[in-house]
């Protein structure tokens, strides 16, 4: 099933084309604050499943490209990614540190965006604002210590992410975590969509030009192994999204530019990018030194 957020914090399942608004059935309240709906939805999704599937087999709904498409969950518990996880992006960043070493790390949970809305560049002239192509895992039960055979017993479902990063040495957290820096959608699939998740296919293109693309096969820490390893630091909840982590092929993105992004099973979604006036500070105000670094 494709479960969309959408117009304000409307909750919708979607064949693709189509979005049926299942937000009063859910049991949700779009305007609430937190906007915790789709966590709400994906911690009761056994229950609803059923009257969701047939809202959608019995319903005209309204078609997708009428409705905003927003993030689908703006209020995870925690926004987790992995750092070098594609040996071929190690490489092109002369790193060592790899996913295996290292571990996550955390993005600010405002930089998630959605499938409808622009990626803004911050305005630091200068710096390189870079594109990493890498697949959303939502987590859709609650875990600690998480075996790795246990591991995708975890996982609720899939979206695409762009892991957007401004280059240099600053911490990275920071260069990372900037409003729209992190675009997760246009749906989310859930977990029984994917055949294997050990056999997913990506592909990101700027301009329709191709710049990445990769399979899962090639992760150094694969899917199950993302979820066991974060599970052993931090009690992983439902809604909780992790980042997988980019092949080779980074690049600059420019306004004006549309960055495409497509992960088989799940889907594809065209993101424009502007330039906003906002993101000055006193960190990015020091001449820029081009450091390789993730
Ligand atoms: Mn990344």
Redo the contacts with the bound molecule.
């Keep these: 099933m494709k479960l969309v957020r959408f117009n304000d914090g409307r909750i919708g399942v979607t064949d693709g084309q189509r979005v049926v608004d299942v937000t009063t059935l859910a049991g949700v309240d779009a305007a609430a604050w937190p906007p915790v709906g789709m966590n709400q939805v994906i911690q009761n999704f056994a229950t609803l499943a059923p009257a969701f599937a047939q809202a959608l087999a019995t319903q005209a709904g309204m078609p997708i490209a009428d409705v905003h498409l927003q993030t689908p969950i703006p209020w995870p518990n925690k926004l987790l990614?992995?750092?070098v996880n594609y040996h071929d992006h190690a490489t092109e960043m002369a790193t060592r540190g790899l996913a295996n070493v290292q571990g996550f790390f955390l993005k600010a949970n405002s930089s998630l965006s959605g499938a409808s809305e622009p990626i803004e560049l911050p305005a630091l002239p200068g710096r390189e604002i870079h594109h990493?192509c890498?697949i959303a895992l939502i987590i859709g039960k609650i875990g600690r210590q998480i075996p790795v055979e246990k591991a995708l017993d975890h996982l609720f479902g899939y979206a695409c992410l762009l892991?957007m990063?401004i280059r240099g040495k600053e911490e990275r957290v920071m260069r990372?975590s900037y409003d729209t820096f992190t675009p997760v959608g246009p749906w989310i699939v859930t977990a029984d969509e994917v055949p294997d998740p050990c056999n997913i296919d990506m592909k990101l293109w700027v301009n329709g030009e191709l710049k990445q693309q990769a399979n899962t096969r090639d992760l150094i820490v694969d899917i199950a192994h993302m979820i066991s390893i974060a599970s052993s630091a931090a009690t992983l909840y439902p809604g909780d999204i992790i980042?997988s982590?980019?092949p080779a092929g980074v690049g600059p993105v420019h306004a004006g530019d549309r960055v495409s992004i497509e992960v088989a099973h799940i889907g594809r979604m065209e993101i424009p990018v502007v330039q906003g006036t906002r993101g000055a500070n006193i960190v990015f105000e020091k001449p820029y030194e081009f450091v390789r670094a993730?």
Aim: net charge negative; charged share 35%.
């Design positions: 990614a992995y750092p990493e890498e892991d990063t990372k980042a982590g980019t993730s």
